[in-house]
């Protein structure tokens, strides 16, 4: 249970890291998901982190271990870069539609 928790939160981390270089850089989607990726790979190979070893599973060589790991960890990297936008823009939607019913009543005096 533990290695799923590492995992989701390395990946919103990553995923928060590539929305930071979005931003200042202004990438298209394809380089963010490369980005996310290559940081997820770096993570976990660094670390030598495989979730899957605290699970168990065997893998014929060691580096599939933390291969696998990144892979994972970047592709839940673009799954929270997906749910972070949704709700920014429901966010924006009812922002905006609030401010639009604010500015149709008059307000009194």
Do not use: C, K, N
Not at 17 to 26: E, G, H, K, N, Q
Not at 48 to 55: I, L, P, V
């Amino acid at each position: 249970m533990y290695a799923l928790g590492t995992v989701l939160l390395l990946a919103l981390g990553i995923a928060a890291v590539v929305a930071l270089v979005r931003y200042v850089l202004r990438t298209p989607r394809a380089v963010d998901i490369a980005i996310g990726l290559v940081a997820a790979f770096g993570i976990t190979w660094a670390a030598d982190y495989s979730m899957f070893a605290s699970w168990g599973v065997a893998f014929r060589q060691a580096w599939m271990g933390p291969v696998g790991t990144g892979l994972a960890i970047g592709g839940l990297a673009v799954a929270w870069d997906e749910i972070l936008r949704l709700v920014a823009s429901f966010t924006r939607h009812v922002a905006d539609e609030a401010r639009e019913i604010e500015a149709r009543f008059p307000r009194a005096a």
